[in-house]
């Protein structure tokens, strides 16, 4: 008994545990273009206020479930000015704890694309990481507390957060366009 509960307190940390975004962080002096978004639910209820008043209540409401959303974006000069070695070891780091699980795993001669997911106790999503990486440009997406993952693509156009595209049934057929007609004088 005594093994098992040494076991279970070794490993719950490890569901816990918080991303060091360290090795990302140290890049920005590297790049020529770099974008850090650090955003709680403090700063999103914030958003929320400042968005009109339907837009504002869907992203209060996705406030009140994340936990944070963190951005790290990087466009460099030239190939070779990070370790794409160094990243790949951070996605195998972080799907080694066992909670988290590849959605989506695409590598490439140059780079690589990885969208992992963390299912919570409830079974629902509760983290989403988004990596992706090229030779000239590096991007990593973290948002922790998802909950929905619909609720998201309904974020789109509020606050600069660009509109995601309606696929499949979900999408509206426009009728084509006639050419004007002409009017007789």
């Known amino acids: ?31 020529k273009e770099s974008a850090m978004v650090n955003l709680g639910p403090e700063q999103l209820t914030l958003l929320a ?14 406030a009140r479930t994340l936990k944070g959303i963190q951005v790290r974006s990087f466009e460099f000069d030239a190939p070779g000015l990070y370790d794409p070695a160094a990243v790949r070891a951070f996605g195998e780091k972080i799907k080694a ?4 699980n590849a959605l989506v795993s695409v590598k490439e001669k140059d780079g690589f694309t990885e ?10 999503a509760d983290g989403l990481l988004i990596l992706a990486a090229e030779p000239k440009e590096l991007t990593l997406v973290h948002i922790d507390g998802v909950g929905d993952l619909a609720a998201l693509a309904r974020l789109g156009g509020l606050a600069g957060i660009p ?10 057929k426009e009728a084509p366009r006639k050419a004007p007609e002409k009017q007789e004088e």
Do not use: C, H, N
């Open 163 to 172: 509109r995601l595209a309606a696929t499949g049934a979900a999408k509206k």
């Open 49 to 62: 206020g400042l968005q009109p008043k339907e837009g504002g209540k869907e992203l209060a409401e996705l």
């Open 115 to 124: 969208i992992l997911i963390r299912k919570g106790a409830d079974g629902k």
């Open 1 to 31: 008994m005594a093994r098992v509960l040494i076991l279970v307190a070794a490993l719950v940390p490890l569901f816990g545990q918080p991303i060091d975004y360290s090795l990302f962080d140290k890049l920005a002096e590297k790049a």
């Open 97 to 100: 704890g066992g909670a988290w």
